[in-house]
């Protein structure tokens, strides 16, 4: 990948690297030729391996005071929140993690539509990407279930029926996945393993993830191909790392003042009540993060109708690259697809919003509006904004519209500006 | 421009987070009270915590388990902070069932501090079953498990009246201006000097609710005072440690002909 070949300095080192190349390996990643103008929207991707990383730790402590048992799995929890050393640290830490990993990776994947990373020559990285976000969410579903409280249990509940809309065998597979003829026990202990294993194929995909990356390169906010190496670029290390962990730390400030300070805010008071097959509570709802895809799920009249709509919302973005026309990838030489860009993001936090309000009266008909909008947005307005829209001049390389402002000033000041 | 579009999405989330009062007219929301365990370096007031704890022992106690709490919680840092006779002496009063004894029979010996809290009754049915169909809530984690924690458990206890014409209730069912549904069926058990206190405190009932829904609070989250400490620390850590980095950053972006 690199144009000069690696060659380790000591005799021991170079036997060792002529078998395994991990020391060609760790130049590579050092050397890595980064744009030089990746701005703070770039540094999500550290960030969220950090959350990985933390998820996993935390989770294996936690999964050796842990008990999945139905009778006992409320009771095991308080026993790490009362009794283990720094139980409640490291539960916290972990629960408020799940959602600062969504956080993070709802900026990335919107920082990837807004500069078109997803595109030509990008598809498998966002493709891997879209894999990771899926079992990101389904091993956030399960391990909100373990603490086995009253969301636990009806959320669920709730999930786990959506299989029951599949014509003919929807009843048998619903039946197959709890282990049971409604959510029990052995629900939760197949829950338990699933929750252990997905984040080790997480961490499996953001290998690939990485290494799809590291054949293109990185995309960049003017979104023009750029030479490795070039003056454009600068080596991942030291210059890339100390961003990256600037930015991380400004994001662990943040992580740290929900443990502390607020570590139950983000999840429902309901789940600290034990799990009651018999008492359904007023108002189900999932976990933020997954509320606008909720909210797409109860916006159809029909159980089907509704399951395969919100599987579709999310089954869209893995053609996303071949349904955005545009042969400009960065939004900010883009006038029009830009304005449509943030009405997406509205239309999905409004999604969210009215994910967790009752579904009826105006917030149904928001949550319709919203689900038509969402599906406009990929089948229509990317095709067609990008075959009729008149885009911006677009710079020759990343120096340029710093370094020739002599002769282009206007232009070199208005992409100054924007990016 | 991506300035002005961020504008416009706050301002049309505060729009639809505006649109929630007209949803929820019917609840009343609970009385906001100034407890001293809110805010970034919140602590419990110790002399209301035992307090509290003796209005949980001889009122709530007769219906209300607290199963996940043990007596030597009494004595640790953060929470009531009994001494340790103290501790000793409340777990001793209590008769606590143990066994099986190598004849096989179960036995009851005085409690010791490694003892959970003694529940009032063998288990849920029975519970159930004594107070006319309605279970006593565990209370180990009451105040985390409803919405509006602490202020909803002390409204829901200073907030009995008598029910608005045309409100009819059963027979031990009373009406509550807090209580979501506005029935419950825990009759209103505080009334002004209940208990006597240790430490001379006139016992009111609003002074009985605030006192034993502290104590309420200290059990769902004993771990409070700590997690308040350790998180200043940890916070003022990271804010040092992220000055530095940025210096580091701002020095090595130095080197280069770009704005980091």
């Known amino acids: 990948m690199s144009e000069h070949e690696y060659v380790p300095k000591s005799k021991a080192a170079k036997w060792f690297n002529d078998?395994?190349?991990?020391?060609?390996?760790?130049?590579?990643?050092?050397?890595?030729?980064?744009?030089?103008?990746?701005?703070?929207?770039?540094?999500?991707?550290?960030?969220?391996?950090?959350?990985?990383?933390?998820?996993?730790?935390?989770?294996?402590?936690?999964?050796?005071?842990?008990?999945?048992?139905?009778?006992?799995?409320?009771?095991?929890?308080?026993?790490?929140?009362?009794?283990?050393?720094?139980?409640?640290l490291i539960r916290y830490i972990h629960s408020n993690g799940a959602s600062m990993f969504f956080l993070a990776v709802y900026i990335h994947i919107f920082r990837s539509l807004f500069y078109g990373s997803y595109k030509s020559p990008r598809e498998v990285i966002w493709i891997i990407g879209l894999m990771i976000y899926l079992l990101m969410m389904a091993a956030a579903f399960m391990g909100y279930v373990l603490p086995w409280g009253q969301m636990s249990f009806w959320g669920a509940t709730v999930i786990t029926n959506l299989f029951s809309a599949i014509p003919l065998v929807g009843d048998s597979i619903t039946t197959w996945l709890w282990g049971a003829y409604s959510v029990d026990n052995p629900t939760l202990n197949?829950?338990?393993?699933?929750?252990?294993?997905?984040?080790?194929?997480?961490?499996?995909?953001?290998?690939?993830?990485?290494?799809?990356?590291?054949?293109?390169?990185?995309?960049?906010?003017?979104?023009?191909?750029?030479?490795?190496?070039?003056?454009?670029?600068?080596?991942?290390?030291?210059?890339?790392?100390?961003?990256?962990?600037?930015?991380?730390?400004?994001?662990?400030?943040?992580?740290?003042?929900?443990?502390?300070?607020?570590?139950?805010?983000?999840?429902?008071?309901?789940?600290?009540?034990?799990?009651?097959?018999?008492?359904?509570?007023?108002?189900?709802?999932?976990?933020?993060?997954?509320?606008?895809?909720?909210?797409?799920?109860?916006?159809?009249?029909?159980?089907?109708?509704?399951?395969?709509?919100?599987?579709?919302?999310?089954?869209?973005?893995?053609?996303?690259?071949?349904?955005?026309?545009?042969?400009?990838?960065?939004a900010v030489f883009r006038p029009i697809y830009r304005q449509f860009f943030w009405i997406l993001v509205i239309d999905v936090l409004m999604l969210g919003y009215v994910g967790a309000m009752p579904a009826e009266g105006v917030y149904l008909v928001l949550a319709r509006v919203g689900t038509i909008y969402y599906f406009l947005h990929f089948i229509v307005v990317m095709p067609v904004v990008g075959y009729l829209e008149k885009t911006d001049p677009i710079p020759m390389s990343i120096s340029e519209p710093v370094l020739t402002g002599g002769a282009e000033p206007s232009l070199a000041r208005k992409v100054n500006d924007k990016v | 421009m991506i300035k002005s579009n961020i504008k416009l999405l706050v301002l049309s989330f505060l729009l639809l987070i505006s649109l929630r009062p007209l949803q929820s007219a019917e609840?009343?929301?609970?009385?906001?009270?100034?407890?001293?365990?809110?805010?970034?370096?919140?602590?419990?007031?110790?002399?209301?915590?035992?307090?509290?704890?003796?209005?949980?022992?001889?009122?709530?106690?007769?219906?209300?388990?607290?199963?996940?709490?043990?007596?030597?919680?009494?004595?640790?840092?953060?929470?009531?902070?009994?001494?340790?006779?103290?501790?000793?002496?409340?777990?001793?009063?209590?008769?606590?069932?143990?066994?099986?004894?190598?004849?096989?029979?179960?036995?009851?010996?005085?409690?010791?501090?490694?003892?959970?809290?003694?529940s009032p009754y063998p288990n849920v049915q029975a519970?159930?079953?004594?107070?006319?169909?309605?279970?006593?809530?565990?209370?180990?984690?009451?105040?985390?498990?409803?919405?509006?924690?602490?202020?909803?458990?002390?409204?829901?206890l200073v907030g009995y009246e008598d029910p608005p014409p045309g409100v009819t209730l059963d027979d031990g069912v009373y009406y509550n201006k807090y209580m979501v549904g506005n029935k419950i069926k825990m009759p209103n058990n505080l009334m002004d000097g209940l208990v006597e206190y240790a430490d001379g405190t006139e016992s009111t009932v609003d002074q009985m609710a605030k006192d034993v829904t502290t104590f309420l609070a200290w059990a769902a989250e004993p771990e409070l005072e700590e997690r308040h400490k350790t998180g200043v620390k940890v916070i003022i850590y990271l804010v040092l440690l992220t000055i530095l980095v940025y210096l580091s950053m701002k020095k090595i972006w130095s080197r280069i002909d770009s704005e980091v």
């Open chain 2, 127 to 156: 519970a159930t079953a004594a107070n006319g169909g309605a279970y006593p809530p565990d209370m180990s984690v009451l105040v985390k498990a409803r919405k509006g924690g602490a202020n909803y458990i002390y409204s829901v």
């Open chain 1, 190 to 330: 197949r829950f338990f393993s699933l929750h252990y294993l997905i984040p080790f194929l997480i961490l499996g995909l953001v290998v690939l993830h990485i290494w799809a990356l590291h054949v293109p390169g990185n995309n960049n906010p003017v979104g023009i191909d750029i030479k490795k190496p070039s003056k454009d670029t600068v080596p991942f290390h030291p210059y890339i790392t100390i961003k990256d962990a600037f930015a991380l730390l400004v994001f662990m400030i943040i992580f740290a003042g929900f443990v502390f300070f607020t570590p139950n805010v983000l999840g429902h008071s309901d789940n600290y009540i034990p799990a009651n097959p018999l008492v359904t509570p007023a108002h189900i709802v999932p976990e933020w993060y997954l509320l606008p895809f909720y909210a797409i799920l109860r916006s159809v009249p029909d159980k089907l109708g509704g399951v395969i709509l919100m599987f579709s919302a999310i089954f869209i973005l893995f053609v996303l690259p071949w349904l955005d026309t545009s042969k400009v990838r960065s």
């Open chain 2, 27 to 118: 609840m009343v929301d609970p009385i906001k009270v100034d407890w001293s365990f809110k805010g970034l370096t919140g602590t419990f007031d110790r002399a209301s915590l035992q307090r509290g704890f003796q209005v949980y022992k001889e009122v709530c106690a007769s219906c209300h388990s607290m199963q996940y709490l043990s007596y030597r919680n009494l004595g640790e840092p953060g929470g009531p902070e009994f001494s340790e006779q103290e501790v000793k002496a409340i777990a001793a009063s209590f008769e606590i069932e143990d066994g099986p004894d190598s004849q096989g029979e179960m036995f009851t010996r005085p409690g010791k501090p490694s003892d959970k809290f003694k």
């Open chain 1, 19 to 88: 078998r395994l190349p991990l020391l060609t390996l760790g130049a590579h990643l050092t050397d890595y030729p980064t744009p030089k103008n990746l701005n703070y929207w770039w540094t999500f991707g550290g960030i969220l391996t950090f959350c990985l990383i933390t998820q996993i730790v935390t989770g294996i402590v936690l999964a050796m005071h842990y008990v999945a048992h139905a009778d006992l799995a409320f009771a095991s929890v308080e026993h790490i929140m009362r009794d283990v050393n720094y139980g409640w």
